[in-house]
T-cell receptor
Framework: EAGVTQFPSHSVIEKGQTVTLRCDPISGHDNLYWYRRVMGKEIKFLLH????????ESGMPNNRFLAERTGGTYSTLKVQPAELEDSGVYFC??????????????FGPGTRLTVL | GNSVTQMEGPVTLSEEAFLTINCTYT??????LFWYVQYPGEGLQLLLKATKADDKGSNKGFEATYRKETTSFHLEKGSVQVSDSAVYFC??????????FGQGTTLQVKP
């Protein structure tokens, strides 16, 4: 069974540009999460989807960030316009009540975003 | 609010040395506790977990015991290997969906 995949693995953009990150969760996982680690600090929660609905978006830093999960499968996280402080590693995770429970989250390899 | 505090790194050890990475938490009620590991160039992997007080999680020679009285979940390994070099994250889950992570501890094991 394939794990969580993320694309791209790296992205380097200039301040003011737009970037879209993609996450494909494990097939059948209803829960999808986005997290971010900035500059060697803690990994911080961004938001949580249950199927296509946003369950919790309390961690989204501001309205330059837009997450979608159309059809309840893959998810995208768009940053528009990007700022220098958005640089970091963006992780996606998924979980299922039927596979370990909602707390056992399976993580992707992350997307390293660098904003110049 | 809920939070996790880990010892600051980096931690540098010689092969076969004993490892302890401290982790303490603040949470209401009874959270589930986790250690995740990120090997160089890879994503986060669940290393071990404990879901109630006094539980001991173990995997790949690593252990951690859920201590409610000290609100701690310290990671230990009796004899580290070069291949254990990675970043280790302590985390808690408290029925809110999201995991709350510590800042991560980088471990470097030298031959």
């Amino acid at each position: 069974e394939a794990g969580v995949t993320q694309f791209p693995s790296h992205s380097v953009i200039e301040k003011g540009q737009t970037v879209t990150l993609r996450c494909d969760p494990i097939s059948g996982h209803d829960n999808l999460y986005w997290y971010r680690r900035v500059m060697g600090k803690e990994i911080k929660f961004l938001l949580h989807f249950v199927k296509e609905s946003k369950q919790d978006e309390s961690g989204m830093p501001n309205n330059r960030f837009l997450a979608e999960r159309t059809g309840g499968t893959y998810s995208t996280l768009k940053v528009q316009p990007a700022e220098l402080e958005d640089s970091g590693v963006y992780f996606c995770a998924s979980s299922s009540i039927l596979a370990g429970g909602p707390h056992e989250q399976f993580f992707g390899p992350g997307t390293r975003l660098t904003v110049l | 609010g809920n939070s996790v505090t880990q010892m600051e790194g980096p931690v540098t050890l010689s092969e076969e040395a004993f490892l302890t990475i401290n982790c303490t938490y603040t949470a209401t009620g009874y959270p589930s506790l986790f250690w995740y590991v990120q090997y160089p160039g890879e994503g986060l992997q669940l290393l071990l977990k404990a879901t109630k007080a006094d539980d001991k999680g173990s995997n790949k020679g690593f252990e951690a015991t859920y201590r409610k009285e000290t609100t701690s979940f310290h990671l230990e390994k009796g004899s580290v290997q070069v291949s254990d070099s990675a970043v280790y994250f302590c985390a808690l889950w408290r029925n809110t969906g999201k995991l709350i992570f510590g800042q991560g501890t980088t471990l470097q094991v030298k031959p």
